[in-house]
Structures are given as C-alpha cells and as structure tokens.
C-alpha cells in the first residue's frame, strides 16, 4: 500500500490525475492509432463520469495535444500516458533523405527506413548504395543525419 502511494506521489509532476482533480481530458470522438491529437479531438469529463485504465492518467491538455495516439483511444476514457507517443516523422519503409556534414563537407544520399521513428530518435536504415546497414538521428525536416558530429 505504501509503495502505491509513494508511485502516485513520485508521478504527481508528470502530470497524472490525483484526487483533487475534477475534470480530465477525454477524447471528443474516437482518436485512431496513428492519429494527432489536437486541442478540438478534446473534451473535459467531469472525473466521476470517466472509466479508468488502471495506474496513471494525462490530467494536462498540454500533455496530449500535438502526441500521437498509440493505440485506439474512446470517449468517456480516461487517457493513460503510455497511449501517447510523439508523431512518427519517419515511417517504416520509407525512402528517406540522408545527410552526413563532416568539416564543412556534406554529402547527401537516400536509404530505406528499417524502422518507425519520430524527430530526436535515432533509427536504422539500408542505404539505397550497396544495402549497407546504418543508423542516424532524425531531423526537424524528416532528413536522417548520419555520423557523429
């Protein structure tokens, strides 16, 4: 019992509901995986008329608009944390555009994405030159820096 209050207390700074609170952010319409959420896919639900998905839940618009849903969220649902993610800016399979910057040297090239990533993460790809596997950091414009500087 203690530990459950000490996880409730630790997340309180995440932004999760705790009882003082009385409306939540819930989805508007269906919300699919996939999709962005934006400040019309929302509504504030009094918290005595949400269902629960167990543990944590978004208790900040703030935290949920301009997140991908993960997985298919319903109205009347409280939001878990772990149903969002930040927007995919690459995806799966994707011919993407690579660039490595070297002592004011750039060269460019394109490779496959062999995995779904969004921008900051760092992800593997096949270049298009000889089937080579890489990785590299995507960018703010959907572009994979390679290298480390």
């Known amino acids: 019992m203690i530990l459950?209050?000490?996880?409730?207390?630790?997340?309180?700074?995440?932004?999760?509901?705790?009882?003082?609170?009385?409306?939540?952010?819930?989805?508007?319409?269906?919300?699919?995986?996939?999709?962005?959420?934006?400040?019309?896919?929302?509504?504030?639900?009094?918290?005595?008329?949400?269902?629960?998905?167990?543990?944590?839940?978004?208790?900040?618009?703030?935290?949920?608009?301009?997140?991908a849903a993960r997985r298919t969220l319903l109205p009347g649902m409280a939001i878990s944390p772990n149903w969002v993610e930040s927007p995919r800016a690459v995806a799966n399979g994707a011919n993407v555009r690579v660039v490595y910057r070297e002592d004011g040297m750039t060269i460019v090239s394109r490779a496959a994405a062999l995995q779904s990533g969004a921008v900051g993460e760092r992800i593997r790809l096949r270049s298009a030159d000889g089937g080579a596997e890489i990785s590299g950091v995507i960018q703010d414009d959907g572009s994979v820096r390679v290298g480390d500087k």
């Open 4 to 67: 459950k209050i000490l996880a409730v207390l630790v997340t309180l700074g995440a932004g999760v509901a705790y009882a003082g609170q009385d409306r939540l952010p819930s989805p508007a319409a269906v919300i699919y995986p996939g999709d962005v959420i934006g400040e019309a896919s929302l509504v504030d639900v009094d918290r005595r008329d949400l269902a629960y998905p167990g543990g944590a839940v978004v208790s900040d618009r703030a935290q949920l608009v301009g997140r």
